[in-house]
């Protein structure tokens, strides 16, 4: 016999599937989030263990005054001990999401507004990389080491489209200043479940004694091609 079933049984499973690929969405995203917490945790670790001194921006969502102004603290916390201290070398770590957003290089933030909104919203609250690059110039005269751990793919996804080239194509190198991005213009970069498979290599490799910036980058770049 041939089972009949109405439209509401039908209806029933369609939003009971629908909801079991919200939630498989919502426990990617969350993963995603928390490798990029780890990546930074670990990292700014890895730092301190060497004798730097390190200023902490963590965007886990749980900022309760808001990821933008927190993260604006913490970076003119960075930028006045850059002043201060007179230090050599000054470095940024970001492992997150970037996006081209009208000719910009931003850090996407877990309070960015969506490009859908506008795309000057957007920028408004998201890090533009320029910007804080020609901050960290004007407040001293220090080696700036900049380490993108994020995708570089056309801009269109969940916040909307941003531009038409990858995060990164258009950073103005300053001044006695050092890019090392995780993947290839226009690609995406691996997520992984701890750590992602560059800053776990990144990690493994910063504590080698001797070791010169660039062979430290090669050796990276060397290891995610095999």
């Known amino acids: 016999t041939n089972e009949m079933v109405n439209d509401h049984e039908i209806m029933q499973r369609a939003y009971a599937h629908a909801n079991e690929v919200v939630e498989q969405a919502n426990v990617q995203a969350q993963a995603i989030v928390d490798a990029a917490v780890n990546d930074a945790t670990e990292f700014a670790d890895k730092l301190e263990q060497l004798g730097y001194s390190v200023v902490r921006s963590i965007d886990d969502g749980h900022n309760q005054e808001g990821t933008y102004k927190h993260v604006l603290e913490k970076q003119q916390i960075f930028l006045d001990k850059i002043l201060e ?5 000054a470095l940024v770590y970001f492992a997150g999401h970037g996006l081209m957003i009208n000719k ?10 969506s490009c859908k909104d506008g795309i000057v919203k957007a920028r408004g609250n998201s890090i533009n990389l320029n910007e804080l690059c020609k901050d960290m110039n004007a407040n001293g005269d220090q080696m700036n080491l900049l380490i993108m751990d994020a995708c570089r793919v056309k801009a269109e996804n969940d916040r909307g489209w941003a531009g038409n080239d990858g995060f990164g ?17 226009e690609t995406s970069a691996s997520d992984g479940s701890i750590h992602s498979p560059y800053t776990q290599l990144l990690l493994d490799k910063v504590m080698e004694k001797d070791l010169p910036i660039e062979s430290l980058f090669k050796s990276i770049r060397y290891e995610l091609r095999k």
């Open 85 to 89: 201290d007179k230090v050599d070398v």
């Open 104 to 113: 910009e290089d931003c850090l996407i933030l877990s309070d960015t507004d």
């Open 169 to 185: 194509s258009y950073t103005k190198l300053p001044f006695q200043s050092f890019f090392a991005f995780s993947t290839s213009p």
